[in-house]
């Protein structure tokens, strides 16, 4: 699936050998999954990174996953993905990671709105879903910016470096019943 999505700063485009090495520097570093998981082991990340750059259809169960790269510089800045939870009510979670020097510069909101268009608008999806951690306030605060609503709080719904650690989820409809 041939994809890619211009905005004013950024391009998204389908992972590939070009996201590699960010995607493993961010999936490995402490202080990046702090609020996401546990750190991955570089074997890991290496497994993690080829299962989310396979080739994506819109009946997939796996995530689609894009690279963030700046349009003026052609630096990687980060990625971002959808994943369809369920395929009969046209649900899809969506997740994103920045580097933490493209953090609080707009780029992760002008990612959210080309992918959040694209799954609503071109996939035709029905719900963007969304999980942080209660701690992570830069991307609850981003997802509110974007119009997902708060729709439930998780206790200890995610084990973090051996640590139960409580979560918002959050939804963006496409038309309200």
Not at 54 to 77: C, D, H, M, R, Y
Not at 123 to 147: D, W
Not at 149 to 171: A, P, S
Request: glycine share 6%.
């Amino acid at each position: 699936m041939k994809v890619q999505l211009i905005g004013t700063r950024i391009e998204l485009a389908p992972f590939d050998l070009s996201d590699k090495d960010l995607f493993i520097e961010l999936s490995m570093s402490a202080q990046m999954m702090e609020h996401v998981y546990t750190p991955f082991t570089y074997e890991e990340a290496i497994l993690a990174f080829e299962a989310k750059s396979q080739p994506w259809t819109v009946e997939s169960n796996a995530w689609f996953s894009l690279g963030i790269t700046e349009l003026a510089t052609g630096e990687k800045l980060g990625s971002i993905g959808i994943k369809i939870v369920n395929h009969e009510a046209k649900i899809a979670e969506v997740g994103f990671m920045m580097k933490p020097s493209a953090q609080g510069k707009g780029y992760a909101s002008e990612a959210l709105s080309l992918v959040k268009y694209y799954a609503l608008e071109k996939l035709r999806l029905n719900k963007l879903s969304a999980t942080c951690s209660v701690h992570n306030a830069g991307s609850f605060k981003l997802l509110e910016k974007l119009g997902f609503e708060r729709e439930g709080y998780l206790r200890q719904n995610t084990l973090i470096n051996n640590k139960l650690v409580d979560d918002y989820l959050y939804g963006l409809c496409l038309a309200s019943n």
